[in-house]
């Protein structure tokens, strides 16, 4: 599997979970903020979270492949079919953690209630390296008091890094609200806030 200097793909697991377009596959990716879970359904993902904290749960050596469950030595496990759109978000998350790349073009499928939709959708929106105020979220869903309206959209988002919720902090520049932990959300925005003047658009 590929190599690269700020993330790691590890593995893929097919599931036997059936969502509306077919089987769901899984895939653990090692990033420098843990190992992320993503899921993907026939084309699109529909989950990316977090699977614990680092360094704990990160593969210690690169280019080992690892399933979750069995570790093979030196030896990489054997690789599975991967699911194209799992493929393509790998590929877009090793860009985004090598700081090379400012948005995600992977199909998504996103469950959810009209009202969170449209706030993922502004979420989308907010330009690397910045940060919108919960407010900021509400009055561009044209409803400035639903801020814990927004807030529990924002929790409730499916895929973390790709539509992101990180973006979103307090109206007085505190960094609240994150489920994936705070250090975490620091993290993204510092990484971001660093390559945003020579990253393409």
């Known amino acids: 599997m590929k190599?690269?200097?700020?993330?790691?793909?590890?593995?893929?697991?097919?599931?036997?979970?059936?969502?509306?377009?077919?089987?769901?596959?899984?895939?653990?990716y090692a990033?420098?903020?843990?190992?992320?879970?993503?899921?993907?359904?026939a084309e699109e993902v529909i989950f990316l979270g977090f699977s614990g904290n680092p360094p704990e749960n990160v593969p210690e050596k690169q280019g080992v492949t690892w399933d979750g469950m069995e570790r093979c030595g030196d030896s990489p496990l054997r690789k599975r079919e991967l699911l194209?759109?799992?493929?393509?978000?790998?590929?877009?998350?090793?860009?985004?953690?090598?700081?090379?790349?400012?948005?995600?073009?992977?199909?998504?499928?996103?469950?959810?209630?009209?009202?969170?939709?449209?706030?993922?959708?502004?979420?989308?929106?907010?330009?690397?390296g910045e940060t919108f105020s919960y407010q900021d979220v509400a009055r561009a869903v044209g409803n400035e008091r639903a801020?814990?309206?927004v807030g529990g959209a924002n929790n409730r988002n499916p895929v973390g890094i790709l539509v992101p919720?990180?973006?979103?902090i307090g109206k007085d520049g505190r960094l609240v609200g994150y489920g994936g932990g705070l250090w975490r959300k620091?993290?993204?925005?510092?990484?971001e806030r660093s390559h945003a003047e020579k990253v393409r658009p």
């Not at 200097?5 to 653990?28: D, F, I, Q, W, Y």
């Not at 919720?165 to 979103?168: E, I, K, Q, S, Y």
């Open 165 to 168: 919720c990180h973006r979103v």
């Open 84 to 128: 194209a759109c799992l493929e393509r978000c790998a590929q877009e998350l090793d860009e985004y953690f090598d700081g090379t790349r400012r948005t995600f073009s992977v199909p998504l499928c996103l469950a959810g209630t009209p009202f969170q939709r449209r706030v993922w959708d502004v979420l989308r929106g907010i330009p690397y």
């Open 31 to 41: 990033s420098p903020v843990g190992v992320l879970e993503i899921r993907g359904c």
């Open 3 to 28: 190599e690269t200097a700020r993330g790691k793909r590890v593995a893929t697991m097919p599931s036997e979970v059936m969502c509306g377009n077919g089987h769901v596959a899984k895939l653990l």
């Open 147 to 149: 801020l814990r309206a």
């Open 186 to 191: 620091e993290w993204l925005l510092a990484h």
